[in-house]
């Protein structure tokens, strides 16, 4: 524990926050995280906070992954996610993502006023509703979890890489992850960490590849994931692309500050002046706009990413703003040419040895200071910002990484679980019942390689619904001891493309963390918890206890008094949506008799059941609702409503509600309606899921 409130400059924390391992020492903690990732800072934030001795080792002193030394910190947000407060939803940071999350948003707004206001887009890139420098995210980031470190629940290791895991085999079971041993990168030795949980959340899945965990690489084939879109082949080295982003600012005319080109330039493949591009081609409304867009254009290159900005006026461009580069191939024109800005295709980092990685990330970074040299050469008066990335030349310290090794889960995701093709006229994707999360980008965003064979995905194939994250995505198949996160969770290449974004892999940290603390506090491993119902519905709460969603409703804030049992129900499939064409879950409505009993049966695992003569006359065989109905008739749970009806259709009182309870579950009556009157009130939708909730904690216990 520090006596200190702990210092930070330029996003950097003072040294008495890091610890730093002696050659040969063995350290132990519940919770061991791997990686600098987004995820794993999110991962051992939320572990941390809940009174979990965590250790977090990761390659540099700067926390954040791709908002920080990734120089990414535009969020790659879905379109849900940008929406603004409506008359039947609630904005789009009320629903789409968790209460932190929120906070960290509404922080680096408040660190980054425009003259002297704070907006909400900082930065005014168009491709992102909030841009702001990877310092003001990284200062952040730490004022987040800075608590953390001084009480001494949580020890960050800088500078330190894996390099074997360490392993126990009962007789007759699984290999259990116990512990990780690393190198310190800056002073060569080794050390080791041992931990009841760990969690992989490099960036490039490298904890899989060191501990030779079952694991894919690349593009899969049909056979292996069962995704019709891919080939009969495995193409491994088909992997996205990876970027060095350059921070660079708009200088007066004149007063650019050359950076100089790189070794080959225009002389290497990868460093060609004719495959980058300045302006650029676009459609609107499907048709070729009849020029190109200028990089200082309103909506050009400059200000796609922009991260910081001189007036309040978002369109508008001038010297003193800063950008950061981050740009893919776009066709140039009809019938043009593909061309670039500095993403690297020409190679991978996964499934290559350690020196091919090395020099892959040597030629990436070249390109990015080969594409800022090749817009000065056109007259573009640009200045590196090194003060901003941590480096001499304005270039990240660390690549944008959109893919990596993937560990083989006990819940695959696939393309068939997220695109749109698969689910017509529908609002959400895939409703995993043992849901930890949501997620949402408007489509699978793959940057491909130059490797040939990608797999094709057109029209509906390639948009991507609403999505959810299963806790079986997070468990190896295979191995104990282990939560897998960032990216190497059990996504495919395709589904990957759509869970790699800023607000997913926040998400997907806050999931593996609250699953390794379960499975430490319940002494259980994280598989338990994902097969077992109620070990998986107290994760569920724990979850959305705190605020997290794990079921896509946009009408439902994570401030809401109900959000945990409005979620929880609806990922039990017990409560959901009154259509499926919407994301509304209506909580004010009243609920029918039919819909009640519909709930009832499957809380109660009852069989629906078709008798040959139905038992109401206003329920025929016919009726959405008959088995159900049919099923609580014959478990002596109803009589209907006299002269051999039963009103399905009619709304339900709360009396008749606690009726229902006190003969199906007579333990869970008191708690059941300890917020919610017995009176002869319409129920509301919201009263039915908290008032089950509460009958289903009593049922799993029994």
């Known amino acids: 524990m520090l006596t200190a409130p702990l210092r930070q400059h330029n996003g950097i924390f003072e040294d008495r926050a890091f610890t730093r391992p002696t050659p040969n020492s063995e350290l132990s903690c519940a919770i061991l995280v791997v990686g600098g990732s987004t995820a794993a800072y999110t991962a051992a934030l939320v572990a941390a906070r809940a009174n979990l001795s965590v250790c977090l080792v990761q390659p540099t002193q700067i926390l954040g992954g791709q908002f920080t030394v990734q120089a990414l910190p535009a969020s790659d947000d879905g379109d849900l996610l940008k929406e603004r407060a409506g008359a039947f939803h609630r904005a789009g940071e ?149 970027t060095y982003g350059a921070v660079i600012e708009l200088a007066e005319p004149g007063k650019g500050k050359p950076i100089g080109a790189p070794p080959g330039y225009n002389v290497a493949p990868w460093l060609l002046a004719a495959d980058f591009e300045a302006d650029f081609w676009t459609k609107s409304g499907g048709q070729w706009e009849p020029q190109p867009r200028p990089f200082l254009h309103p909506f050009g290159i400059f200000r796609y990413r922009r991260l910081i900005r001189v007036s309040t006026q978002e369109k508008l461009v001038k010297p003193g703003d800063v950008s950061v580069l981050n740009w893919g191939q776009h066709q140039h024109g009809e019938g043009g040419p593909m061309l670039c800005g500095n993403d690297y295709r020409v190679g991978e980092l996964v499934g290559v040895s350690r020196e091919e990685r090395k020099l892959h990330l ?55 679980d997220v695109a749109k093709a698969f689910f017509p006229n529908q609002a959400r994707a895939r409703c995993f019942a043992d849901s930890v999360g949501i997620g949402q980008y408007h489509y699978l965003d793959l940057h491909g390689n130059d490797r040939q064979g990608h797999a094709s995905l057109p029209g509906d194939k390639v948009i991507a619904l609403p999505f959810t994250l299963p806790v079986g995505s997070l468990v190896p198949l295979d191995t104990d001891g282990l939560v897998l996160s960032s990216k190497s969770l059990g996504t495919t290449h395709i589904t990957n493309a759509a869970y790699r974004m800023h607000p997913v892999e926040w998400a997907i940290g806050e999931a593996s963390g609250y699953l390794a603390a379960l499975a430490v506090w319940a002494g259980v491993q994280p598989r338990a918890i994902a097969l077992q119902e109620p070990l998986l519905r107290k994760l569920q709460g724990l979850i959305t206890r705190n605020g997290i969603p794990i079921f896509w409703f946009d009408d439902v804030s994570h401030s809401d008094p109900d959000f945990e049992p409005i979620q929880v129900m609806a990922t039990a499939g017990i409560v959901r949506s009154e259509t499926t064409t919407d994301l509304h879950f209506r909580p004010e409505n009243t609920v029918t008799r039919a819909v009640v009993s519909t709930a009832m049966v499957k809380l109660l695992n009852l069989s629906p059941t078709t008798p040959h003569q139905p038992t109401f006359s206003d329920v025929p065989k016919n009726h959405w ?78």
């Not at 007789?171 to 760990?198: C, E, K, N, W, Y």
């Not at 478990?635 to 339900?652: D, K, M, N, Q, Y």
């Not at 309870?661 to 059941?672: E, L, N, Q, S, T």
């Not at 129920?683 to 904690?697: A, D, G, N, T, W």
Request: charged share 25%; net charge positive; with cysteine.
């Open 362 to 416: 040597k030629q990436g970074r070249d390109r990015a200071r080969a594409y800022v040299h090749y817009l000065q050469q056109r007259g573009i008066p640009l200045k590196p910002r090194g003060d901003l990335t941590w480096t001499a030349d304005g270039i990240a310290l660390e690549p944008y990484i959109r893919e990596a090794r993937r560990g083989i889960a006990l819940t695959p995701i696939l393309h068939e």
């Open 94 to 242: 009320e629903f789409a993502i968790s209460p932190l999350q929120r906070w960290f948003r509404d922080r680096q707004r408040q660190l980054q006023p425009v003259q002297g206001e704070v907006l909400q887009n900082p930065g005014g890139g168009w491709v992102s509703p909030i841009c702001t420098s990877p310092v003001v995210s990284a200062i952040a980031l730490n004022e987040a979890i800075a608590p953390c470190l001084e009480r001494g629940t949580l020890r960050f290791i800088p500078f330190a890489e894996p390099v074997e895991v360490r392993f126990v085999t009962p007789p007759g079971g699984r290999r259990r992850v116990t512990g990780v041993v690393f190198q310190d990168l800056q002073r060569g030795h080794r050390f080791t960490i041992s931990a009841q949980i760990t969690i992989e959340a490099t960036d490039l899945g490298d904890l899989l590849e060191v501990g030779n965990i079952p694991s894919r690489v690349g593009q899969e084939t049909r056979e292996e994931t069962g995704e019709q879109a891919l080939p009969k082949h495995p193409l491994p080295e088909c992997q996205q692309s990876f």
């Open 625 to 702: 609702a008959h088995p159900y109905i049919e099923a609580l008739a014959a478990a002596g749970l109803i009589a209907g409503v006299g002269r051999g009806r039963f009103a399905p259709e009619s709304p339900i009182t709360r009396e008749q509600l606690s009726f229902l309870v006190k003969k199906a579950a007579p333990d869970a009556y008191d708690r059941a309606f300890a917020r919610t009157p017995i009176d002869r009130q319409s129920l509301r939708r919201r009263e039915l899921s908290r008032v089950l909730y509460e009958v289903m904690k009593v049922v799993l216990k029994n």
